[in-house]
């Protein structure tokens, strides 16, 4: 027999434990299912921006509040979830390791990942020079030389954000004209530190135990201390998309001020959602807990 819980919560990222951490508080029995706790602060060298803990390290960042959510007896499976099916008391889970999870509601809270390069030395720099945080680890490199990968608003904002930071900033796009908004763009042509490099794509990323330098397709050989890619996310909405939820055109999942989606009993909650363009752990933390409450009054409305 399948025991039924409150809320399947998939994702252990920051959203996926701050909703884990509110159920608990609204005494809900809960279960969070996540193939890596952590997410994507498990790669984040350094956390300034979180509020209270300055300096912290993303890994330090994610144990607290693994451990916080452990205190609160709620169990944090792992395993990756294959699929979800629609019942008449709610939904079934199934993971890859053959087992059955049943519940009355699903917080979806599997984030996004970062579009990558897939050239040479980015793997093995991640953390150590290659990013794709400007906000998160821009601070790093103050007086440094740095390139910010990509021709869109997210790129231009980041050129924009290092101008306070770096000495250096390329800009290195593979299109012969930048496709961020036209403010944002103006500003950028306008910056002193800032050149811009066109139809050039990096296919390697050098260094010795830090990153060095980048080599192009146009045989040019920039040294750099850090790169920054801009090049988009991947909603990982794939799950939900899979059962109904509506997506918007970039792929992200809609929600109300409860972070409700389109079907009764599935919410979403961080990185996933589009419900703000900042994608940072105090936000999902935000949205964590809002969407644990929307979870709590959907119940009791039940």
Not at 83 to 110: P, R
Not at 247 to 260: Q, R, Y
Request: glycine letters at 10%.
């Amino acid at each position: 027999m399948i025991l039924m819980e409150d809320v399947i919560i998939i994702g252990g990222g920051v959203a996926g434990l701050g909703a884990a951490l509110y159920c608990a508080r609204f005494t809900l029995k809960t279960i969070v299912i996540a193939k890596e706790y952590g997410g994507t602060g498990n790669i984040a060298h350094l956390v300034d921006n979180w509020i209270g803990e300055p300096g912290i390290t993303g890994p330090n960042l994610m144990q607290k509040f693994i451990t916080h959510v452990k205190g609160y007896k709620i169990p944090l499976i792992e395993a990756e979830v294959e699929s979800i099916e629609k019942t008449k008391k709610g939904f079934i889970v199934k993971t890859n390791n053959k087992k059955k999870y049943e519940s009355k509601t699903i917080l979806f809270a599997n984030g996004m990942t970062h579009r990558k390069l897939g050239v040479p030395g980015e793997k093995e720099y991640s953390g150590k020079g290659v990013h794709y945080c400007h906000s998160c680890d821009g601070p790093l490199y103050r007086n440094k030389t740095v390139a910010i990968i990509g021709g869109s608003d997210a790129a231009a904002l980041g050129v924009l954000f290092m101008e306070g930071y770096a000495k250096k900033i390329y800009m290195i796009y593979r299109g012969d004209k930048l496709r961020a908004e036209p403010i944002s763009a103006q500003k950028v042509y306008k910056m002193k530190k800032a050149e811009i490099i066109y139809n050039t794509n990096i296919v390697e990323i050098y260094g010795d135990k830090f990153v060095k330098g980048v080599k192009t397709d146009t045989k040019k050989d920039i040294k750099l201390d850090a790169v920054f890619v801009e090049i988009g996310h991947i909603p990982l909405s794939n799950l939900a998309k899979n059962i109904g939820v509506k997506l918007d055109e970039k792929g992200f999942i809609p929600v109300d001020k409860n972070h409700a989606t389109n079907i009764p009993g599935i919410f979403a909650a961080g990185d996933i959602t589009n419900a703000t363009s900042l994608k940072q752990f105090i936000t999902s933390a935000a949205e964590g807990s809002i969407a644990a409450q929307g979870v709590y009054y959907y119940l009791q409305k039940s």
